[in-house]
């Protein structure tokens, strides 16, 4: 496909405006956008710190000149930002995730750059295999009523929510008594970062929408966006282990995305063979009680809101609850079999 990307006469943008690559030393104006659209719409912001999302954009596999486009409005001001990641191997899912300022929520920027974006996803499927199928994924808050009116009228329907989950700390939480043979504590950086990654991508397999990449691709990965987060701490990266076998594992950063207060939750696993004998329950109060001992206020992650493995389940029963609600939709572009996990 033609790397120059034509856009559909119907989607112009408005009189004035203009469109260019977004460049790293965007990250001001961005971040600024991102949280100005997040605050209007859902009255909390979108992430805390900038250094975060340059990261992302760091990511050695994403490039900004292709897979970024930011909108200006004629005085100059910043109107528009959408990126599409179709970094995974094989790609069968890209990403596409767009914020518009609230003043121009009603214009047709959405369709605008949903158009530019959906032409972007669609340059990754020579690198689907043949036979599989290729769907661009996006999602947003569900406060977003128009823009899921938007993607519905393009095609897109809608697949799934996921929950921000959040709890606040009523005095210092109460860790359970492990099982027999069962230990909890922080991983070695020096000798167990590869079987962390194994033990993340055995554990995942089962959840919704997970594609399982070669180890190397994994390990690549979260070198860069999890080793490469300026809060890394290895000390709350807790694991379960069973005698020399790694059960589960729980990786958690000190200060939440949005609530410098509260901690969070970003992986919690366990493997299979160790489910339903309370690991995810122990890691993740484990995590709740350093938390609280650092002095913050509550804990926070994110879930599946049909989670295959029972995780809303077990979050509540922690004392979790829903704090604002992700919708997910698919658009189709090529039928053939599903390469990531539907059904257990």
Aim: with cysteine; glycine share 6%; net charge negative.
């Amino acid at each position: 496909m033609n790397p120059e990307i034509a856009l559909d006469k119907t989607a112009q943008l408005p009189a004035g405006f203009s469109v260019r690559p977004g460049r790293l030393e965007d990250i001001q104006i961005c971040f600024e956008l991102f949280n100005a659209d997040s605050l209007y719409m859902t009255g909390a912001v979108d992430c805390n710190d900038p250094n975060l999302i340059l990261n992302d954009w760091k990511d050695p596999k994403f490039s900004m000149d292709k897979s970024t486009r930011l909108v200006f409005d004629p005085a100059g001001k910043l109107a528009g930002y959408i990126e599409v990641w179709d970094t995974n191997n094989p790609p069968v899912h890209p990403w596409i995730w767009c914020c518009v300022h609230p003043d121009y929520h009603a214009s047709n920027l959405p369709d605008f750059l949903y158009e530019w974006a959906e032409a972007r996803a669609a340059q990754s499927e020579d690198r689907v295999p043949a036979g599989a199928r290729f769907a661009p994924r996006t999602g947003f808050p569900i406060q977003y009523a128009r823009r899921r009116e938007l993607v519905e009228a393009r095609g897109w329907v809608y697949k799934r929510s996921y929950y921000r989950m959040e709890t606040v700390f009523d005095g210092a939480p109460e860790v359970p008594p492990a099982p027999q043979g069962i230990i909890i504590r922080p991983y070695n950086p020096e000798t167990e970062f590869e079987t962390v990654v194994q033990t993340f991508i055995d554990s995942f397999r089962d959840h919704y929408g997970f594609v399982v990449r070669p180890l190397e691709e994994e390990l690549s990965n979260y070198r860069h966006h999890f080793l490469g987060d300026p809060l890394y701490d290895p000390s709350l990266w807790f694991v379960a282990m069973d005698g020399d076998q790694m059960a589960g594992i729980c990786i958690c950063r000190s200060e939440d995305y949005e609530k410098t207060d509260f901690g969070f939750v970003n992986e919690l696993g366990v493997r299979r063979e160790w489910r339903k004998r309370g690991l995810g329950t122990l890691l993740l109060k484990t995590s709740f009680a350093e938390f609280h001992r650092r002095g913050q206020r509550g804990a926070a992650l994110g879930v599946d809101a049909s989670s295959l493995t029972g995780a809303l389940q077990i979050y509540e029963r922690a004392g979790m609850s829903p704090a604002r609600q992700f919708d997910n939709f698919e658009k189709e572009l090529r039928a053939g079999e599903e390469l990531s996990t539907q059904t257990l």
